[in-house]
């Protein structure tokens, strides 16, 4: 519901909409049972049965444990900080409105432990906002200070902060607990 009015919107960053995305999509689908001894004929499609194998097992931030969420839930005025005992981090959010084509940039940057980590430009347009502002991961296990400063406020455009993910290199590591202000 709804998807109509976007699928032939380019996703952002690239010249290709939902609707090409079928239309590839299918194309692909159809050489690929044909590479693999299937066969098309007409509107039929013949798929060859074959018995599944397993695949490797792949893993994402591997080392990394999810111990404590957060909550944020303000727009970004000045700067926001926090501290955390653990290897890493994350911070979602957004910097734009829906439906807004405005050309404003906001900066950030983000320091850890005192430290200049990264300048980030968050766009104000819908189609190439932001929605995983900062992270940082295999931080040294110990505790951290985080700290996000807004360098151009705009009354046109803001970055929302919704929640901190915390990580650490144990599941249900004890030493979690997390201050904001």
Not at 43 to 55: R, T
Not at 58 to 77: A, C, D, M, T, Y
Not at 124 to 140: I, M, V
Not at 151 to 159: G, T, Y
């Amino acid at each position: 519901q709804g998807l109509a009015a976007a699928e032939s919107l380019d996703f952002k960053y690239t010249t290709m909409s939902l609707n090409d995305v079928y239309e590839i999509g299918y194309k692909h689908a159809l050489q690929n049972i044909q590479r693999n001894g299937g066969r098309v004929e007409g509107d039929n499609v013949f798929i060859k049965v074959q018995q599944p194998q397993a695949v490797k097992l792949e893993q994402s931030f591997s080392g990394h444990f999810p111990i404590l969420k957060i909550h944020v839930g303000r727009n970004l005025k000045d700067e926001y900080k926090f501290e955390f005992d653990g290897i890493g981090f994350a911070i979602s959010g957004e910097s734009a409105q829906w439906n807004s084509s405005s050309d404003v940039i906001t900066k950030a940057e983000l320091y850890i432990d005192g430290n200049l980590i990264e300048t980030s430009e968050f766009p104000a347009s819908f189609t190439t906002r932001k929605y995983d502002l900062f992270w940082k991961y295999k931080l040294p296990k110990q505790k951290h200070v985080v700290r996000i400063k807004l360098l151009n406020p705009s009354e046109k455009q803001s970055i929302r902060l919704d929640e901190v993910i915390i990580y650490s290199d144990k599941p249900g590591d004890p030493s979690r607990h997390g201050q904001t202000n």
